[in-house]
């Protein structure tokens, strides 16, 4: 099965601050990557699904890009509101594996 | 509006069985797959399995295959998971997400689910 593994675990960053978290995938998985994001307390939330399309709803400074192997969500300008889990899944075939999370917070 | 309500947590001694079953509303329910996707408390997102449209495709993590099985209802819109030989580490909330699609396409509604416990 493919393994999907994220980096870093965890980063704490400035409000305004640009964010990168990796997500790679130990097979090729060409576009189909999904980012969701995770509120303490709340359900998953779908953020960008085909490795870059954003969902409706979603602010317009979460962006993804990648394909294959290697895929990145970007955060343009940290707000406080973004202080979340992130997760990625990979949806090519079953089973659709999530990475392990990357804990975002505000330094 | 979207809406998923998962039923049929509870606490069961390993080796035994529980049926969840998760009531959706405010879509028409067999335009879409289905998933049910589970959180340990404290952990992260476990895929557990997933459903087409009809019924006639389904996917499990290879943690549940053999043990789980995923089944929908599309007259009374409920989507099901029949597990069995439940193990320690089954124990988990577990949640009835909405695909995008009809299959093969990630979830973009999740209910807030159902826990279940999984201890002697």
């Known amino acids: 099965d493919t393994q999907m593994t994220q980096s870093p675990s965890s980063l704490s960053a400035s409000v305004g601050d640009r964010v990168t978290i990796t997500c790679r995938a130990s097979?090729?998985?060409?576009?189909?990557l999904a980012w969701y994001q995770q509120i303490p307390g709340k359900v998953p939330k779908l953020l960008i699904y085909?490795?870059?399309t954003l969902q409706s709803g979603v602010p317009s400074r979460f962006s993804g890009s990648g394909s294959g192997t290697e895929f990145t969500l970007t955060i343009s300008s940290l707000q406080p509101e973004d202080v979340a889990t992130y997760y990625c899944?990979?949806?090519?075939?079953?089973?659709?594996?999530f990475g392990q999370g990357t804990k975002v917070e505000i330094k | 509006e979207v809406q998923l309500v998962e039923s049929g947590g509870g606490v069961v001694r390993p080796g035994g069985s529980l049926r969840l079953s998760c009531a959706a509303s405010g879509f028409t329910f067999d335009d879409y797959g289905m998933s049910w996707v589970r959180q340990a408390p404290g952990k992260g997102l476990e895929w557990v399995s997933g459903i087409n449209w009809n019924g006639g495709d389904t996917g499990y993590a290879d943690s549940v295959k053999g043990r789980f099985t995923i089944s929908r209802d599309n007259a009374k819109n409920s989507l099901y998971l029949q597990m069995n030989s439940l193990r320690a580490e089954d124990t988990a909330f577990y949640h009835c997400?909405?695909?995008?699609?009809?299959?093969?396409?990630?979830?973009?509604?999740w209910g807030q689910g159902t826990l279940v416990t999984v201890s002697s």
């Open positions: 899944q990979k949806y090519n075939s079953a089973p659709w594996t």
């Open positions: 085909a490795a870059s």
């Open positions: 997400a909405r695909d995008l699609g009809r299959f093969g396409e990630p979830p973009d509604y």
């Open positions: 097979q090729g998985i060409s576009y189909y």
